[in-house]
């Protein structure tokens, strides 16, 4: 500790000095450079944004991308409910399952199960890894269950990615929605290193020890954003704009309606983007909304009512409500909207088995009306099952492709 140099500036206010590390060369941390050595080198500058700090003045540019001080409104970016869907007024009605009769339950049962045979493809499986490096990954964690699952999901979603040629593009723009610390977007950043392209981290949070950081291959430039998808214009985005709108799109996991919020982003037909695939591994669909659904049309069709949807997003969280058996942990909210009391499920004849089947079927329901979705637009959507179930229950993927690949 004794040779890292103090600040030398006395804080007036608090009569001490400063305890930052000071720049080389220099007695002051790069903060205070401005009170005492200011000069052509080191231009310490006021930021424009919020004069209770200071920035280099070369690198101002720079700094007023990242400044928290800076207003996320006003980005170019920034549409506010862009893809929110249907607007309305009038709140939602919250729906428990508490709140239904046992006849009211049974009958969106029976029709849950009806529209089931009658428009449901079961998924295909694709249990394919996704390259060297994630496996050698994997080997390494194997003595942690938790670490090590997460690497197979983003290793299996690479495979996803690369066996249907998502991968293999030059200059496009890889996108990550709902990104967190970005391991996955590593993953993909090292996969297209050689080819020209982008990567974008879009998430509403600032996570800490972000992956990003540790990609130290310059020929992939990366772009972290911080913004809630729904209020996203990514088309505006400048790591999009450089590859004349060409995206693909992925996302880990995305909680219930914000990947309805994604999908509309990237597949606005008002914008300049041109999608060239996506690979959406999607959960938590008690969190769905009616408002934002992208499939809401589709299910109207199929004779499912806003009153219906707010049941069979309650009846989703039976698929998972019994993961805690197999090693991992349901979603706390999950429980409390899909939960059912044992015994009335006893009653109505329905055992844990049946009530997980139903909870699994509720979910593919509403995947393929979003598939259904993606279709009417012109694009080729399916769904996979990426992992084994004793990986993540939640282990089912849209995959998106153009259907006709260069557009």
């Known amino acids: 500790m004794s040779d890292i140099k103090q600040c030398a500036y006395m804080l007036p206010k608090k009569r001490r000095r400063c305890r930052m590390k000071a720049l080389a060369e220099y007695d002051c941390c790069g903060e205070h450079l401005l009170n005492v050595a200011p000069d052509a080198e080191h231009d310490r500058i006021v930021c424009p944004l919020d004069s209770t700090h200071t920035c280099f003045g070369s690198l101002l540019e720079k700094h007023l991308k990242k400044c928290n001080a800076r207003n996320k409104n006003s980005q170019i970016y920034f549409v506010e409910n862009r893809n929110s869907g249907i607007q309305s007024s009038c709140p939602l009605r919250k729906v428990t399952l508490n709140s239904l009769s046992d006849a009211q339950l049974e009958a969106v049962i029976t029709k849950m199960k009806s529209v089931y045979k009658r428009h449901v493809t079961e998924p295909h499986w694709h249990l394919n890894r996704g390259g060297e490096e994630p496996e050698e990954e994997i080997r390494r964690f194997a003595g942690s269950t938790v670490a090590r699952k997460h690497l197979m999901q983003q290793a299996a979603l690479l495979g996803l990615a690369r066996e249907h040629g998502l991968l293999g593009q030059k200059d496009v723009c890889y996108a990550e929605f709902g990104a967190g610390r970005g391991r996955l977007t590593y993953w993909i950043a090292k996969s297209v290193s050689k080819q020209g392209c982008s990567v974008l981290l879009v998430d509403r949070a600032a996570p800490r020890h972000k ?101 069979l997003r309650c009846l989703a969280g039976w698929a998972t409500c019994a993961c805690s058996r197999h090693g991992s942990e349901p979603d706390r909210e999950e429980q409390q909207n899909g939960g059912c009391n044992l015994q009335r499920t006893s009653r109505l004849g329905i055992s844990v088995a049946e009530r997980q089947e139903i909870g699994r079927r509720c979910k593919l329901l509403l995947d393929t009306a979003r598939v259904a979705h993606l279709a009417r637009l012109g694009f080729m959507a399916t769904m996979v099952y990426f992992v084994s179930p004793s990986v993540t229950p939640e282990n089912v993927a849209i995959l998106v492709l153009p259907s006709h690949p260069g557009d």
């Open 211 to 311: 992956f990003e950081n540790k990609l130290d291959d310059a020929g992939t430039r990366v772009e972290r954003i911080r913004i809630d998808i729904r209020h996203l214009e990514l088309g505006n985005v400048e790591s999009v704009e450089r590859h004349s709108g060409k995206v693909v799109g992925f996302c880990k996991h995305l909680c219930g309606e914000a990947t309805d919020f994604a999908l509309r982003c990237m597949t606005a037909t008002d914008t300049k983007l041109r999608l060239q695939g996506a690979v959406m591994a999607v959960c938590c669909h008690h969190r769905c909304s009616w408002n934002s659904f992208v499939g809401r049309s589709h299910l109207e069709s199929w004779d499912i009512s806003e009153a219906d949807f707010a049941v």
